[in-house]
């Protein structure tokens, strides 16, 4: 079964740090291009990053490059979002997808991704 997982959101206090992870099972990340989503309450999904699939090519949302990271680890099939001096305007669901493209491909548009992951949740508050 295909199946992308995220894990390591929770708690976070301003100011603070979290790496959240989009682990694959079923297929083989490394042909694939990754990107990370997040949905607020009541607001639309935005892009946060994406990264390709011999990471070549690292793109980030408007005003998070700087304050987040994405990185791959293909020998463990996982892909990281390494987040730093959190906001808490920076609370949401946060999601990973994956498409199988190379040639230095990743995309901000999230329907150009066709596996989801189920989401994991950030909350930044003192």
């Known amino acids: 079964q295909v199946q992308l997982v995220e894990s390591g959101g929770g708690l976070v206090q301003p100011g603070g740090s979290l790496e959240l992870s989009c682990a694959a099972s079923?297929?083989?990340?490394?042909?694939?291009?990754v990107g990370w989503f997040r949905q607020a309450p009541g607001k639309e999904r935005e892009a946060v990053s994406c990264i390709s699939s011999r990471a070549d090519r690292r793109l980030y949302g408007d005003d998070l490059e700087g304050r987040f990271t994405v990185s791959r680890d293909d020998s463990k099939n996982t892909v990281f979002l390494r987040m730093s001096s959190l906001k808490p305007e920076d609370t949401a669901a946060y999601y990973c997808a994956a498409y199988p493209m190379g040639d230095r491909w990743c995309s901000l548009i999230a329907r150009a991704y066709d596996h989801w992951g189920q989401g994991t949740q950030v909350t930044v508050s003192s």
């Open positions: 079923g297929f083989t990340l490394d042909q694939y291009a």
